[in-house]
């Protein structure tokens, strides 16, 4: 065979697209218009164990649904870090719900005690200090709804302690206690109203945790009432749902730590009606 035969055959070979031409359709693969690409509808069962989604298995155990005590609000899938450590969820809920408790009791005036002074150590450290390692913890693990709680409830009572001790000399700057009493009345409205978006966002999960952020929302919604009619009657109610607060934050702290290894009684999701959860 010669050169030139050789180079005959060549040019009679499929030829390749260079750079900028379009594409030879007669040698390349099977071309299909997009819009007549058949659409492919997913399914999705479940079983004992497993979740299939176009047949192919998730372990139920990836995913987290709706609980009080790892204060989780919807279902959500599990992170690699939540599976690593430990949850930080109970020892926030206990810090809060001990400074909460105590300074309820001391709003409706129980055993004659009016001011909550003795509890600066506990809303600078067991709320304060605690509460924002918690968060920072929850924020690690992927629980953005709890670390956004605990991150905003740390500084809400650190910053109700500064009141209480009077730093730079708060009461001294107003002219009359009046003004003085409006001024805290403020300082409650913006966290009455990020207690009620917190409250909002558990209308799809649980009764125990439904009811926990309701009784804070309205704590504080007293507070802030109260503080605005110079009304003691208005505090203790306040001071009411600051204790119902603390109990039910013990009842989540239970249901968090409880399981069967350790507990006879072990706390099951009660959930609330159109809750989004894995079946």
């Known amino acids: 065979m010669s050169a030139d035969s050789?180079?005959?055959?060549?040019?009679?070979?499929?030829?390749?697209?260079?750079?900028g031409s379009a594409p030879n359709k007669s040698n390349s693969l099977p071309y299909q218009d997009a819009g007549a690409v058949r659409k492919v509808k997913s399914s999705f069962r479940a079983d004992a164990e497993n979740i299939y989604i176009n047949d192919e298995p998730i372990n139920k155990e990836e995913f987290m649904h709706a609980f009080g005590g790892t204060l989780t609000v919807g279902a959500r899938k599990q992170t690699e870090q939540s599976k690593n450590y430990g949850d930080p969820v109970p020892a926030g809920l206990a810090a809060f719900s001990c400074t909460t408790f105590t300074l309820g009791l001391i709003e409706m005036h129980a055993k004659g005690v009016t001011h909550a002074n003795t509890l600066l150590g506990a809303l600078l450290t067991t709320s304060g200090v605690v509460l924002l390692i918690t968060g920072i913890l929850c924020f690690i693990v992927g629980n953005t709804w709890a670390s956004a709680t605990f991150?905003?409830?740390?500084?809400?009572?650190?910053?109700?302690?500064?009141?209480?001790m009077n730093v730079g000399g708060q009461l001294e700057a107003y002219s009359s206690t009046e003004e003085y009493?409006?001024?805290?009345?403020?300082?409650?409205?913006?966290?009455?109203?990020?207690?009620?978006?917190?409250?909002?966002?558990?209308?799809?999960?649980?009764?125990?945790?439904?009811?926990?952020m309701l009784s804070i929302w309205l704590f504080v919604l007293f507070f802030t009432i109260g503080q605005a009619v110079s009304s003691v009657n208005v505090y203790k109610a306040g001071g009411f749902f600051s204790v119902l607060s603390g109990v039910l934050g013990f009842y989540n702290?239970?249901?968090?730590?409880?399981?069967k290894t350790n507990s006879y009684y072990v706390v099951k999701p009660w959930f609330m009606p159109n809750v989004y959860k894995e079946e």
């Open 151 to 164: 991150l905003m409830f740390g500084g809400f009572w650190s910053s109700y302690a500064f009141i209480l």
């Open 181 to 212: 009493a409006q001024s805290i009345a403020l300082f409650f409205m913006p966290w009455c109203i990020f207690c009620f978006i917190l409250w909002a966002c558990t209308w799809k999960s649980t009764w125990p945790l439904f009811s926990l």
């Open 253 to 259: 702290v239970y249901a968090g730590l409880a399981d």
């Open 6 to 19: 050789f180079s005959q055959d060549l040019e009679k070979g499929p030829s390749t697209s260079t750079a």
